[in-house]
Structures are given as structure tokens and as C-alpha cells.
């Protein structure tokens, strides 16, 4: 085989392969570990303990982002300020 074929058919084979590595990585966000914090516009204790009680349209968006779960705890992603 001719160095010049040898060398476009590596070439191409060095091509298919990047293409192919590349096709299967996984090019998605990770996933938010820390969401943004809790403004201290209210007391998060007492009356105010169960965030669902007023924030209860969370739930679609964080199930859509981070699957279907309990997201009774918002405080341990949510830190307050």
C-alpha cells in the first residue's frame, strides 16, 4: 500500500471514530446542585415551615428538571439569604 493511502485512510478512520466518540458523549447540563438562595423576605420558620403551602406551582418545573420527587425540603437546596 502506498504511504499516501495509508496515510488518507488513517485519516478517515481517525475521523469516523472522533464522530463516533463523540456522537455517544454526553453533552447535557448537569444537574443544579444549589438552587438560588431563599430571599429573607419572611421568617422560614413557623407559619412559614412548609413552603408548599405557598410555592405548591414548584413542582412541574422541578419535576420537568430534576424528576419526579418530594420536594418538601426546599431549604436543602434553597439556602436562606
Same mark, same amino acid.
Given at each position: 500500500?502506498? #504511504? ?17 466518540? #463523540?456522537?455517544?458523549?454526553? #453533552? ?13 423576605? /419572611?421568617?422560614?420558620?413557623?407559619? /412559614? ?5 405557598? /410555592? ?8 420537568? #428538571? ?16
Amino acid at each position: 500500500m502506498k #504511504r499516501t493511502t495509508f496515510i488518507i485512510l488513517t485519516v478517515v478512520i481517525m475521523a469516523l471514530v472522533g464522530i463516533y466518540v #463523540r456522537a455517544g458523549a454526553d #453533552r447535557t447540563d448537569p444537574p443544579q446542585t444549589n438552587g438560588p438562595a431563599t430571599p429573607a423576605s /419572611h421568617d422560614i420558620n413557623g407559619a /412559614h415551615a412548609d413552603c408548599l403551602n405557598c /410555592h405548591e406551582n414548584i413542582t412541574a418545573s422541578h419535576d420537568e #428538571r430534576f424528576g419526579e420527587g418530594s420536594y418538601s425540603d426546599c431549604l436543602s437546596c434553597h439556602q436562606q439569604e
